[in-house]
């Protein structure tokens, strides 16, 4: 039950964050899943991806509405987005957990200095 409950609020707090920020799947459900739910790494990312449809397909439902999308844009990342995760999945078994670990808080790391600064 408490592990129901967690997942729930994950997504609803990723969400929300997606919906604001364009952002929630790899910056918030992937740390959550490890650090709050106890998954590892790999299994985190995997799950991450897995739940990205849903609420992909609703962001392009609203924001598509409203004229928000970009189309030839979204075209061009969605055509880019199938063929890298299609690399990363066939890669992914081959890499530790641990030096998976080790990239993804770099990229944070990096991703936040870089928006922090003007």
Do not use: E, H, K
């Not at 970009?70 to 299609?86: H, M, N, S």
Request: aromatic letters at 6%; proline letters at 3%.
């Amino acid at each position: 039950m408490l592990a129901t409950l967690r997942s729930v609020t994950l997504g609803v707090v990723a969400g929300v964050v997606s919906g604001l920020f364009g952002v929630g799947g790899g910056v918030l459900v992937v740390p959550g899943l490890v650090l709050w739910m106890g998954l590892d790494q790999r299994r985190a990312a995997a799950t991450s991806l897995a739940t990205i449809t849903v609420s992909a397909a609703t962001a392009v439902i609203l924001f598509g509405r409203a004229s928000a999308v970009d189309w030839p844009a979204a075209g061009y990342l969605l055509i880019g987005a199938a063929v890298g995760v299609r690399l990363a999945a066939r890669y992914l078994d081959r890499i530790p957990n641990t030096l998976l670990t080790w990239i993804f808080a770099t990229l944070m790391l990096v991703a936040a200095v870089r928006l922090a600064l003007p």
